[in-house]
Each structure stands twice: as C-alpha cells, then as structure tokens.
C-alpha cells in the first residue's frame, strides 16, 4: 500500500516551453502533498506544499508563477514548470501523506526535467 | 528552526560489514524521525521510523533508535549487501510545521563484494 506515482518518469523540453509533472496517490487519499526539488548528489529542497482545494504554499524563493501547483483532486498533484529555461533541470519528486494517517510521507519515483 | 545533520559521506564497506551513519537533530517540539533510502535514479523509500524517544525503528536488518538525551537517530546494520549501496537521508517531521519534513544532506553508502 501506499504508492505514489509520477509522471512522467522524465521528460526534455525545449527552452520556453511549459512542462506539467503528474503526482498521484494510487492506494489512498491525500489532502496533502509535497513537491522537492533535488540537484545531482544533493539533499531535496522542498519547493511548496500543495493542498487539495486551496492555493499551494511555496516556500521562500520559489516562484509561483514559474512553478504551478494544482491539487485538484485527493489523489492528484500536478506541477507545471512554465517557461522552463536550462537551469530548471532537474530532479523533481513529490510525496504525499495519507488523510487520517501519520506524519509519514510517501514519495514518488520522481521525474527527470531535461530543458535543452 | 529545525534542522538534521546527517555524517558526510561518502561511505564505503567491505561486504558483510557493520554500517553506522550518524544523524543528530535539532527541532522544536517532539518530532517523529525517520531513514530513507534512494536508490540511483529513484525516488526516496522509507527505510524505517520512530515516533517518540527509546523507540527503536527496523527494517531490513537497518535500526535506529530515537535517543531524545542526545538528540540523535544514528542509523546502523550489522552486515551490509552489496544491493545496500545507495543514499540515506535522515529527516525529522514536527508536527507542528503543518507536516512539513527536514531532510539531511545524505550518505552516498558503497559496498563492494
């Protein structure tokens, strides 16, 4: 139980273009998930925490409206990196808390941002 | 704030080893703790957790005890496989951060046959 998915597994774009990352929980319901950020042989960076139902909250200088965050359902995240320059590549994973349960968190496999 | 800080790596072992990485944290509250493992490429497993102080976190022959007089989740195993070899984060989730949870840097763990 408790499996999260992302999607894609990785994705290059073109500089400019806009790129949605998908975040679902397969087994159970989230109200709460998290997106991070990890650089090649780094630690995550949390980037926001997304709330079903509300506005995400980002944490301190990451852009909101470079990095969309829609939670429109309890099973789905997703995360838009607009306008994706060469510096948004990246490793992006998310992980998300099942409602009624522990301050555990799940992750997704993550996805691989390539921006050329 | 909040804050772990994990032993810096990287770590190589001989197979069949004993493992210890240390972790040691600073947090408000009474927070729960946790190991997870990436494997290359992958996102982050949980590894194990313990959610109040003596208690002792296992799995896979990995275990942590949660040492509130010293702060510390210290992770240990006393024979590494070579299929152990990846990165290990120590992080701390307070309750009182709205679920948010405090990552360490990680431990690169590299074990040779």
């Known amino acids: 139980g408790a499996v999260v998915s992302q999607h894609p597994s990785w994705v290059i774009c073109k500089s400019g273009t806009s790129v949605k990352i998908e975040c679902r929980s397969l087994?159970?319901?989230?109200?709460?998930m998290f997106w991070y950020r990890q650089f090649p042989k780094q630690s995550l960076m949390l980037m926001a925490t997304?709330?079903?139902?509300?506005?995400?909250?980002?944490e301190q200088g990451v852009e909101k409206d470079k990095f969309l965050i829609n939670h429109a359902s309890l099973t789905l995240s997703t995360l838009t990196v607009t306008s994706a320059h060469p510096e948004d590549s990246s490793f992006y994973i998310c992980?998300?808390?099942?409602?009624?349960?522990?301050?555990?968190?799940?992750f997704g496999p993550g996805t691989r941002l390539t921006v050329l | 704030g909040n804050s772990v800080t994990q032993m810096e790596g990287p770590v190589t072992l001989s197979e069949e080893a004993f493992l210890t990485i240390n972790c040691t944290y600073t947090?408000?509250?009474?927070?729960?703790l946790f190991w997870y493992v990436q494997y290359p490429g992958e996102g982050l497993q949980l590894l194990l957790k313990?959610?109040?102080?003596?208690d002792k976190g296992s799995n896979k022959g990995f275990e942590a005890t949660y040492r509130k007089e010293t702060t510390s989740f210290h992770l240990e195993k006393g024979s590494v496989q070579v299929s152990d070899s990846a990165v290990y984060f120590c992080?701390?989730?307070?309750?009182?951060?709205?679920?948010?949870?405090?990552f360490g840097d990680g431990t690169t763990l590299t074990v040779k046959p």
């Open positions: 997304s709330n079903e139902g509300s506005k995400a909250t980002y």
């Open positions: 313990a959610t109040k102080a003596d």
């Open positions: 992980s998300a808390m099942i409602d009624g349960g522990t301050d555990t968190q799940y």
């Open positions: 087994d159970f319901q989230a109200t709460t």
């Open positions: 992080a701390l989730s307070d309750n009182t951060n709205a679920g948010k949870s405090t």
């Open positions: 947090a408000t509250g009474y927070p729960s």
